[in-house]
């Protein structure tokens, strides 16, 4: 009787941990805005900003607490007046441009940003060199050599 109380008292104290575990880890930060503008900022700014620790996950979805605290700084920022460039540049200079989504158009990214261009310029004008040569090979006529080939060809086939 004893042992299965304390059997009842162990699993409800595991049982507790467990939800009390859960409750923590789900915890929820809430963030208070007077202007809905201002809140529609935070959530565009957290959205386009990528955790430094987390694979390609955006700082408002990742639980890391080097996320929490961009998205205090975020907060904190906001609420000096700060526009979203300055934010930006914010966390670029203490995280560096890993933060961004998509990264500026500077000097060391034009390869970045002009690669998927000229590909897609490179692959167009390959299929239109492949189009123009089974056009041109297609019109080209039979040598003479061809031309009594492909006769004997069709003479054995009627004979057949």
Do not use: K
């Not at 059997?7 to 007077?34: H, P, Y």
């Not at 914010?90 to 933060?99: Q, W």
């Not at 061809?146 to 004997?152: G, I, Q």
């Amino acid at each position: 009787m004893a042992l299965m109380r304390l059997s009842r008292l162990l699993t409800t104290a595991l049982v507790l941990l467990l939800v009390a575990g859960l409750a923590q880890a789900a915890a929820i930060e809430v963030r208070e805005f007077d202007d809905p503008v201002l809140e529609e900022r935070y959530r565009d700014l957290t959205a386009s900003l990528r955790c430094p620790t987390c694979q390609n996950q955006a700082i408002n979805d990742s639980d890391a607490p080097v996320s929490g605290d961009m998205r205090d700084r975020v907060y904190r920022l906001l609420m000096d007046g700060r526009a979203d460039i300055e934010i930006r540049n914010h966390m670029v200079e203490r995280f560096g441009d890993y933060v961004l989504y998509n990264p500026r158009l500077e000097g060391r990214t034009y390869l970045l940003w002009g690669l998927p261009a000229v590909l897609g310029l490179l692959g167009l004008v390959l299929v239109g060199l492949l189009v123009r040569a089974r056009r041109n090979a297609s019109n080209r006529e039979l040598s003479a050599e061809e031309r009594a080939r492909l006769d004997a060809l069709i003479n054995r086939e009627r004979t057949e």
